[in-house]
């Protein structure tokens, strides 16, 4: 059973930028949740995607979007990147077996903003 | 406001002492409890969790919980650590009343040192 993935691995941006962040699902899960862990601090919920529509989402501004595909991975996009968004960026998949309250979580992003 | 509040910010234990880490929460409603583990380099980890049934649950590698329900709390516990618990805990709450989402909140996370 292959477990969440993301890509890439570290981001180094400029101010004002945009940046699109990957995951892949752990084989079966259809839900999809994205977290910012600031250092120092617990994960922050942003949203979470389900079959392909958000469905539910945390204090984060629209220039926080997502999109989750066909085959459940999904991506993060942040535009107008601030120094505040360098962050983990950490994304878990979850089962509908357990109503998606059981979350499996991946290595994360690191992204940086210069 | 909701939140799940951790009032250990770092915990530093000889191995084989007990350990129990504090956990607090605010919402009012039905809730789903879980602890999760981040060891040194690697990626956050399901400790153990609670939906319902016996408040005394147990999870992996000799960790334990308690929920109780009129104190909002949900304590981590383990009677002997070992080095190799040398990680960061999060304790984490789902207000599953809140249907819209299975998000998960956590809490600032506790620090835990163990010495060898």
């Known amino acids: 059973e292959t477990g969440v993935t993301q890509s890439p691995t570290h981001l180094i941006k400029t101010r004002g930028q945009q940046v699109t962040l990957r995951c892949s699902s752990q084989?079966?899960?259809?839900?999809v949740s994205w977290y910012q862990q600031a250092l120092g601090q617990g994960p922050q919920f942003i949203f979470q995607?389900?079959?392909?529509?958000?469905?539910g989402r945390g204090n984060f501004p629209p220039r926080f979007s997502g999109l989750q595909f066909p085959n459940y991975s999904s991506e993060l996009n942040v535009n107008a990147l601030e120094l505040d968004d360098s962050a983990l960026y950490l994304c878990?998949?979850?089962?509908?077996?357990?109503?998606?309250?059981?979350?499996?979580f991946g290595p994360g992003t690191r992204l940086t903003v210069t | 406001a909701q939140s799940v509040s951790q009032h250990n910010h770092h915990v530093i234990l000889s191995e084989a002492a007990s350990l129990e880490l504090g956990c607090n929460y605010s919402?009012?409603?039905?809730?789903?409890l879980f602890w999760y583990v981040q060891y040194p380099g690697q990626h956050l980890q399901l400790l153990l969790k609670?939906?319902?049934?016996?408040?005394l649950v147990k999870g992996i590698k000799g960790f334990e919980a308690e929920f109780i329900k009129s104190k909002f709390s949900f304590n981590l516990r383990k009677p002997s650590v070992q080095w190799s618990d040398t990680a960061e805990y999060f304790c984490?709450?789902?207000?599953?009343?809140?249907?819209?989402?299975?998000?998960?909140?956590f809490g600032s996370g506790t620090r835990l040192s163990i010495r060898p």
């Open positions: 878990a998949s979850s089962s509908p077996g357990t109503g998606g309250y059981e979350q499996y």
């Open positions: 084989s079966g899960h259809n839900t």
């Open positions: 995607y389900y079959r392909e529509e958000e469905n």
């Open positions: 919402y009012g409603g039905t809730v789903n």
């Open positions: 609670y939906f319902s049934g016996d408040p």
């Open positions: 984490a709450v789902n207000p599953s009343f809140d249907s819209s989402a299975s998000k998960i909140i």
